[in-house]
């Protein structure tokens, strides 16, 4: 009898643990649905949390920087349960350069900028991301990869995407963007395999990318500044690799700040003499959003050292992007100050205004050219699908704004341009 009484209290407490099994095994299907129907790989709560989902209501009360570039706001502001989501943009453009007689005459110049397409979605726990953009000047490929999400929330991407060095995802608030940008360290997108992971208040990424984003040294359409074959300067930059380190004091408060390390190493190969030479960078920054305003400041350092052969100067190295090329001084550094602020908006049509000012600097450490420097002051103004930049942009020796250089120019004059962007974004 005694035997009879354990069996069946035995088979009871088996049975309550299977009934727990199973319940905990609903539960974490009931999380990879929640996850699957966000298309984000995330929760909803933890969508609602990600820093780059700034065009949610819930987050129009803090200071952000990029505004209507990053592409994962349009994708995180959609709700609905489809595995692929599409997205995009159709902007204008108009300008007015004082340093251009034929430009002020006319008060300026109107025009097509740009047409965006967007794809990203999750089928399977097997994410997509892919931007595709057309302008008078090219038709490129500006991201396209895929990516798998790990338990731990870390994830792995494979493809074209956005390089992990520096203040992410942009250096800038406004539309023309900063000095970085153009000399290739700031929201560049190469092709290789990246790793990220979030542990608490530490972000961390490494990277491995096998060359730029198109396969083709050559190429001179392309999104952002890459090292081109043309003309005598024949390199090619390969076999890059990128780790950076962030740790946020104050996390999950109103009043964040992000502080960073980065660093990235090549190999620069010569197609004239069939060697190799190499490239290294580093850089600092503190990415501080606290109440509505965001403070952004960096530093970075790098180094061009190519084997060209007799008779080409080891003083630059020639870049390429927006269908033309262009030099930088090979040995430099960057600085950044950036500082916008986003106002409160209390019964207005208007959903979004953010206001900047941003500068950055090029010092070169090799040749004789004066110091490149780009100072924008701006606003980003966004009501529903509509998002416009109003910024009045000053450079001194930039690239672009007459006869500038990032390498040699002497250009000692500010010159200035009014540039007004208007986008419609889906």
């Known amino acids: ?55 949610e209501t819930e987050l129009l009360d803090q200071a952000v920087t ?12 959609i709700d609905e349960p489809a595995p692929i989501r599409f997205g995009g943009a159709l902007r204008f453009n108009h300008f007015l350069r004082e340093d251009v007689s034929d430009s002020r005459t006319r008060r300026g110049d109107s025009g097509f900028d740009l047409f965006r397409l967007n794809v990203d979605g999750e089928i399977r726990e097997i994410i997509l991301s892919a931007e595709y953009r057309y302008s008078p000047s090219m038709d490129v490929i500006r991201h396209g990869w895929i990516g798998y999400r790990f338990a731990d929330d870390s994830m792995v991407k494979l493809g074209i995407h956005r390089v992990p060095f520096g203040l992410l995802p942009f250096a800038s608030h ?9 000399a290739g360290f700031s929201d560049n997108h190469d092709l290789g395999v990246a790793y990220q992971r979030s542990d608490g208040p530490w972000d961390f990424h490494l990277a491995f990318y096998k060359n730029e984003e ?7 359409a392309r999104y952002a500044p890459d090292v081109v074959r043309q003309g005598e300067q024949q390199n090619e ?65 790098y180094v061009y050292d190519p084997d060209n052969p007799a008779g080409v100067s080891n003083d630059s190295v020639r870049l390429g992007a927006f269908g033309t090329s262009f030099d930088l001084a090979a040995r430099g550094k960057l600085a950044v100050a950036n500082l916008a602020y986003n106002f409160a908006l209390r019964d207005s049509w208007l959903d979004q205004v953010i206001c900047y000012n941003n500068y950055s600097r090029l010092f070169k450490d090799v ?23 109003v910024d009045l942009i000053f450079a001194r020796n930039m690239l672009f704004f007459g006869d500038g250089s990032m390498a040699d120019s002497d250009d000692d004059r500010w010159r200035g341009r009014l540039n007004i962007n208007l986008g419609y974004y889906w």
């Open 1 to 55: 009898m005694t035997l009879l009484v354990a069996l069946q209290a035995q088979a009871e407490v088996d049975e309550v643990a299977l009934l727990k099994e199973q319940l905990e095994a609903l539960q974490q299907r009931l999380e990879d649905l929640e996850r699957r129907l966000d298309g984000s790989g995330r929760t909803p709560a933890q969508s609602m949390r990600t820093p780059e989902s700034r065009f």
């Open 66 to 77: 990029g505004a209507e570039r990053v592409e994962e706001a349009q994708v995180a502001a």
């Open 174 to 182: 406004n539309f023309w963007d900063g000095v970085p940008f153009y």
């Open 214 to 220: 198109l396969g083709s040294a050559g190429t001179l």
């Open 237 to 301: 930059e390969i076999n890059r690799f990128n780790a950076r380190a962030a740790y946020t004091l104050g996390r999950d408060t109103g009043c964040e700040h992000e502080l960073g390390v980065s660093g990235q190493r090549a190999d620069l190969v010569n197609a004239t003499t069939d060697s190799r030479g190499n490239h290294w960078a580093l850089a600092g920054h503190l990415d501080s959003r606290c109440g509505r305003w965001n403070l952004q400041i960096q530093g970075i350092r």
């Open 367 to 389: 040749g004789a050219g004066r110091d490149s420097e780009l100072n924008t002051v701006g606003c980003g103004i966004g009501a529903g699908p509509l998002f416009a930049y």
